[in-house]
């Protein structure tokens, strides 16, 4: 998505060879325009999938998900990170490591909001090392549902994230792929 990469190269800030920062229009600071072309080209893709409900994990991936989820007409759920007093057996919960904090924190959806007949459409902001998308797809298993497509704004595909989600069978749809951060610099993969 040219827009998308336009606006990396433009307001991106490369933290380190593994991490680029986009708090300014994605993750902190959120540009509705942009997100909402996100949107669409998620919705776009999908759109004969049959997607009954799109998933994401708070929080950088709501604004980007309920877009989709706008465009597509279904309703959107995200994984929380699990507090105190969150009675067990309501909860599908899954241990996900987290890439940019180095910590380990528990994703939980609620038998509620995820159904065995669901078709579920997975968005999130960036995928690294997959983390996130298996432990949402493991949960979307466990409750009998199905993981129909993922929407991933910007894969960094030196990292094994996006193939492990492909390898899966899972289609997958990334806005933007990066090739390496090495050196300070974006250099995108080739379409
Ligand atoms: P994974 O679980 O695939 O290793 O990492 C995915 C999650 O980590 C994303 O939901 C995102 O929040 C965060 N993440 C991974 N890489 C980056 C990065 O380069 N920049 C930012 N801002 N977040 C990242």
Do not use: C, W
Request: hydrophobic share 45%; net charge neutral.
């Amino acid at each position: 998505m040219e827009l998308l990469k336009r606006r990396i190269i433009e307001d991106g800030r490369v933290l380190s060879d593994q991490v680029l920062s986009v708090n300014t229009f994605l993750n902190h600071g959120v540009d509705p325009v942009l997100i909402a072309a996100m949107g669409r080209e998620f919705a776009e893709r999908f759109r004969d999938a049959g997607v009954t409900r799109v998933l994401t994990i708070e929080s950088s991936g709501i604004a980007i998900a309920f877009a989709t989820a706008a465009e597509l007409g279904v309703p959107l759920v995200y994984a929380r990170r699990r507090k105190a007093l969150m009675n067990e057996g309501e909860y599908y919960s899954e241990r996900v490591p987290s890439f940019t904090k180095g910590i380990v924190t528990d994703i939980v959806i609620s038998k509620e909001v995820l159904k065995a007949n669901d078709r579920i459409l997975f968005i999130d902001d960036f995928i690294a090392n997959g983390d996130a998308a298996r432990g949402a797809l493991r949960i979307v298993e466990r409750s009998g549902a199905t993981m129909v497509g993922a929407g991933i704004a910007i894969e960094k595909a030196f990292q094994s994230g996006g193939s492990f989600l492909r390898e899966q069978g899972i289609p997958v749809l990334s806005l933007a792929r990066i090739a390496s951060l090495e050196g300070g610099q974006v250099r995108f993969a080739e379409e």
